[in-house]
């Protein structure tokens, strides 16, 4: 049932995730698993035990690789080890707040790693495709209400939002430079970068993220403290963005060139809402807690009020929408923090699969 949402794409493909020990790089290892690729993965180690990566015992259904992404010829030496068809670069310095305390670590992490995985690709005939994964947080932020397209301009306030925009315009000098379209009949190689934010889901533990402080409050019995419960966000599960990811992938291996470039994976206007109506909607699912907006002192960082996406290329030209709804989205968030601790790591990837399936039937 899963691979005829992908018309058997991934079937027998040798796929590199890096980043895969994170929390979405966990997810997109699981489903590729589940549609019978041969999945290598290559990362740091993951943050906690308690990581989705760790509670699934995932290193047991794939390539489980440790590098760093910084490390070219380590990470050249699997491309020429293992030949990937297929490259998903997840692997970041992804949080905003740590990007302030260390700026050269977050672009060498991002913008360096970036380059790296763009240069294996280019040096190995084997690899055909690179999903680079990037953010919404590359747009230069106006504070507007209208979602950023794909054509708008690169910016960032801070260090985190100016690296992925500068991965940006080193995913396109590179696409330009080495693997432009009018001579795919001789490079064979499609670059698309994708673009989605404030996701959320389960198995995530990140430092400074609003689900995890949440579920760390309740396992703790304390109040959850939110320093910004009027901030407008745009809410969606991890499956969205990764469907899309693979929706792409599937149309790329099938008709090559027509999706280069940039695309854009967010949520519907529905569930772009503020920080309090988030967590309110959470705590009724999980079935009791309480919150308080405190100021837990300066913020010493810029924080950006208001970013959404404008999704109407990947819906008119991949055929591709968000699914779930706020309430669906928090509840099966909810359902993998509620059993993470009683299940065993089989009833786990169970978990995880059942819904990835039930995503997929909707």
């Known amino acids: 049932m899963l691979n ?10 040798t796929i590199l995730i ?4 994170g929390f979405k790089g966990s997810w997109l290892s699981l489903w590729l698993n589940e549609l019978g ?6 990362s740091l180690d993951p943050k906690t035990k308690n990581d989705n990566f760790n509670i699934t015992n995932l290193q047991n259904n794939i390539i489980d690789i440790r590098g760093d992404i910084r490390d070219f010829n380590k990470l050249n030496k699997v491309f020429t080890d293992y030949k990937p068809e297929i490259v998903f670069h997840l692997a970041a310095q992804p ?31 084997s690899a055909k495709i690179g999903i680079m994964v990037t953010s919404d947080k590359c747009y230069e932020n106006k504070e507007w209400p ?5 054509i708008d301009p690169m910016g960032g306030h801070d260090i985190y939002s100016s690296s992925k925009g500068c991965c940006e315009l080193l995913i396109s000098s590179y696409r330009n430079s080495y693997f432009p379209e009018e001579n ?10 994708v673009r989605a934010g404030n996701v959320i889901g389960g198995g995530d533990w990140s430092i400074d993220r609003i689900i995890p402080d949440c579920i760390r409050a309740l396992e703790s019995n304390k109040k959850i403290i939110i320093r910004n419960p009027t901030a407008i966000r745009p809410w969606q599960h991890v499956l969205e963005p990764l469907s899309g990811y693979l929706l792409l992938t599937e149309k790329i291996i099938n008709n090559g060139i027509l999706y280069s470039g940039a695309w854009n994976f967010g949520p519907s206007l529905s569930n772009i809402v503020p920080v309090e109506k988030l967590v309110t909607s959470l705590l009724d699912i999980w079935g009791g807690g309480n919150w308080t907006a405190e100021n837990i002192g300066p913020i010493n960082f810029h924080e950006a009020n208001l970013l959404n996406l404008d999704i109407s290329k990947a819906k008119f030209n991949l055929d591709w929408q968000p699914k779930w709804s706020l309430q669906q989205t928090l509840e099966n968030t909810i359902d993998w923090y ?25």
């Open 95 to 125: 949080l905003v707040k740590y990007s302030y305390e260390y700026p050269r670590e977050t672009y060498e992490v991002n913008v360096v790693g970036t380059m790296n995985v763009l240069e294996a690709i280019r040096l190995h005939e």
């Open 184 to 193: 795919f009949s001789h490079h064979k190689k499609i670059i698309a970068s």
């Open 18 to 21: 890096t980043g895969h020990t």
């Open 146 to 150: 209208w979602g950023y397209r794909e």
């Open 4 to 13: 005829q949402n992908f018309n058997d794409a991934f079937y027998g493909k």
């Open 338 to 362: 509620k059993h993470y601790n009683s299940y065993t790591s089989t009833e786990m990837i169970n978990l995880c699969v059942s819904q990835i399936k039930q995503y997929c039937m909707l």
């Open 37 to 42: 690729a041969t999945v290598i993965g290559y």
